[in-house]
């Protein structure tokens, strides 16, 4: 059974910082891509960044680029966000989500038009993430 468990949200003040994580299980870790979107009240789930675990390459959006990280630990199947200087706009349910990694690159990168909701399979239950100005 594929799982995603997603840790590590809360509440900060506008400046701060916080570390989300996704712990896998159930599937061929190399072999996927892990995302985490975020979705907040009234609006659209929207990619935020995503890894590809057998090449590392990455996307993360441009709303997020500068202050967002992605990375991953093979050795426990896990997948971090690191967030920094958050703003209140960040604001949300953060979810991770796996997919086979079949996403077509462009470049160094994952194609921005791949991370998308529906081409994920495998979702966690999601972690709220919320930032007081």
């Known amino acids: 059974e594929v799982q995603l468990v997603e840790s590590g949200g809360g509440l900060v003040q506008a400046g701060g910082s916080l570390s989300l994580s996704c712990s896998t299980s159930?599937?061929?870790?190399?072999?996927?891509?892990i995302a985490w979107f975020r979705q907040a009240p009234g609006k659209e789930r929207e990619g935020v960044a995503c890894?590809?675990?057998?090449?590392?390459?990455?996307y993360v959006a441009n709303s997020v680029k500068d202050r967002f990280t992605i990375s991953k630990t093979n050795a426990v199947n896990t997948v971090h966000l690191q967030m920094n200087d958050l703003k209140p706009e960040d604001t949300a349910v953060y979810f991770c989500a796996a997919t086979y990694d079949d996403l077509p690159r462009r470049g160094s990168r994952i194609n921005p038009t791949a991370v998308v909701p529906a081409l994920f399979d495998h979702w966690g239950q999601g972690t709220q993430v919320t930032v007081s100005s």
């Open positions: 159930g599937f061929t870790f190399s072999q996927y891509a």
């Open positions: 890894i590809g675990i057998h090449d590392g390459r990455t």
